[in-house]
């Protein structure tokens, strides 16, 4: 009787661990693929992408990517978003990535989701 008791028990602790996810999960497709979040600062925002910087320093926002790339030093990925539009330099954001992202410097990839974190 003692290892049905220890296999449920085990069972049970597996199930609970597994089925927590955190907030910055979230899943995406047919295929239950889970998708991390990130955070960042919004950089530099174009037509149809924002530029996402995960280290901005106060006095660099208004200025341009190519004035900071020399010194940059941190993860940076440009967003294809058709709400470019609803974002302002130097916000706080939480994104997910939709697909592949290209390993250029900055990276690229395109949104599944961007919120704006307030503080």
């Known amino acids: 009787m003692k290892p049905i008791i220890t296999v449920f028990l085990n069972v049970i602790i597996i199930m609970g661990l597994t089925s927590c996810a955190s907030n910055n999960e979230m899943n995406v497709g ?22 996402v ?6 006095e660099d926002i208004g200025k341009t990517w190519n004035e900071i790339f020399d010194d940059y030093q941190g993860r940076a990925i440009w967003l294809k978003t058709s709400d470019a539009s609803e974002f302002e330099a130097g916000q706080k954001v939480r994104y997910w990535v939709d697909g592949p992202v290209a390993e250029s410097f900055p990276e690229q990839g395109s949104a599944e989701r961007i919120e704006i974190i307030k503080e």
């Open 30 to 51: 047919g295929n239950n693929e889970l998708i991390t979040a990130a955070e960042g600062f919004i950089f530099q925002i174009d037509e149809n992408r924002v530029l």
């Open 53 to 58: 910087l995960d280290n901005v320093k106060s």
